[in-house]
């Protein structure tokens, strides 16, 4: 049966329709190195716990600061008893009594023991943020180092795949040669050998490439993500930086250090806190109760009474507790000193490290690149010989394992270098990204 056109186009016009809405089976898209850093901002469990003790020590701060504020208490009860004793109607009486009472007291004056323990929380809670930040400087770096292994092992992937091609090539012409008498069995044997541990070389690179992957999803805080390709960005090296710039940024920016600075102030603020205790404090009060009364079902009416006042308390004597939590203090605070300390000079080498390290990469991508060039050359020459019927195997092979071995150096290089800069970043106290690359 044949249709004609004008009747076909309503079906040809509901045809386009159901495939324009019907979903495209697109490719998933590329991850950037900042799109890993968002993901793993927003989902890795350590620092969502670090969160939540910067909220802990918020509140504590809050509990602390009460100590400040008026306290006013409301109490009620009641009771009921029997009392046996003579009277004219009889020796047991019931009584009722209700009462309910409203107190109120508030510090006036403590020699500042309580401002210094609120100071002391302030500190903490500074301590507290600035361990959230090295938490985050820590998971960038993860990230960062395992974003660049993974282009590390994607590049030797690659490699891998080239060189084993060329083996197998190489395989299928010395098998021809062989097959026609124009070359010997040991061409074909040494071949087969070198393709066979080709083979080998891909299996491992592919397993590496697949573990590279998990690290990755697993520095994000998303080891259940469905994999998502990632953007290549091993370019070459960016510029130098002087020592002493670094080395003032690192010492002002470090969070750890921030983090040993705030604890030391909190310290000393506990510690100036523990001397107070040898002074007085003093408060006022007040209250008035208001109370019910009956008696054998019959109501003795309200009862209201009020009291206010000072109240002043010292400590004379509480078994020498209040001088040993003083020298505890004071050495808690020279311990935080000392550990400031160490750590500033630990700072210092992790930045001179960094920057040895990145000058040290960048040095040798120039000379890989030098050695990749004169490799590709060199199996150029051999190669060219050996079809001419002109040259040796070994020498094939060789220059192809040279090749082989000049590419990986200059992937490696390249990957140390992001990674070197990276470390340097993370030496610093800068987010990612902050250095050209």
Request: charged share 25%; with cysteine; proline share 4%.
């Amino acid at each position: 049966m044949i249709v004609s056109v004008p009747r076909a186009l309503p079906f040809l016009a509901a045809a386009s329709w159901i495939l324009a809405v019907l979903p495209a089976s697109a490719a998933p898209p590329v991850l950037t190195l900042e799109d890993c850093l968002e993901i793993a901002r927003e989902n890795h469990p350590a620092l969502r716990a670090e969160r939540e003790e910067t909220r802990a020590q918020r509140a504590e701060l809050g509990v602390t600061r009460a100590g400040l504020l008026p306290r006013l208490d409301l109490l009620a009860s009641a009771s009921r008893g029997e009392t046996s004793f003579l009277t004219a109607s009889g020796l047991t009486r019931t009584e009722a009594v209700t009462p309910v009472s409203l107190s109120a007291s508030q510090l006036l004056y403590d020699f500042g023991k309580t401002p210094s323990e609120v100071g002391s929380s302030r500190g903490l809670l500074g301590a507290s943020l600035s361990a959230l930040r090295t938490r985050e400087l820590e998971v960038r770096f993860g990230v960062q180092q395992a974003y660049f292994n993974l282009l590390r092992a994607q590049r030797a992937a690659a490699v891998a795949e080239e060189t084993l091609r060329q083996r197998q090539e190489l395989l299928r012409i010395t098998q021809e040669r062989f097959d026609k008498g124009e070359r010997p069995r040991f061409d074909v044997t040494r071949s087969a050998i070198d393709a066979e541990g080709a083979r080998i070389e891909r299996i491992s690179s592919r397993a590496r490439l697949e573990i590279a992957r998990r690290e990755l999803l697993t520095r994000m805080g998303v080891p259940g993500r469905e994999w998502s390709p990632v953007a290549d960005v091993l370019e070459a090296p960016g510029e130098d930086y002087e020592e002493p710039r670094l080395l003032e940024a690192a010492l002002s920016r470090r969070p750890e250090l921030q983090t040993l600075r705030e604890r030391l102030e909190a310290q000393e603020s506990l510690q100036e806190s523990a001397r107070r205790d040898f002074y007085p404090a003093l408060s006022a009060f007040g209250s008035y109760e208001l109370s019910r009364s009956e008696t054998d079902g019959v109501s003795l009416g309200r009862t209201g009474t009020w009291q206010a006042g000072l109240r002043a308390r010292l400590n004379l004597f509480g078994g020498l507790s209040s001088l040993e939590g003083l020298r505890r203090r004071g050495a808690q605070a020279s311990k935080a000193k000392e550990e400031l300390e160490a750590l500033s000079q630990q700072v210092r080498f992790e930045v001179q490290e960094a920057l040895f390290l990145m000058r040290e990469s960048r040095e040798r991508i120039s000379a890989a690149q030098a050695l990749v060039r004169s490799a590709e050359e060199n199996l150029e020459l051999w190669s060219k010989a050996y079809h001419a019927g002109k040259g040796n195997i070994i020498y094939v092979t060789d220059a192809q394992g040279q090749l082989l071995g000049a590419r990986l150096a200059l992937i490696n290089s390249l990957a140390d270098h992001r990674i070197s800069v990276a470390r340097l970043e993370r030496a610093v106290g800068l987010p990612a990204g902050s250095f050209p690359r």
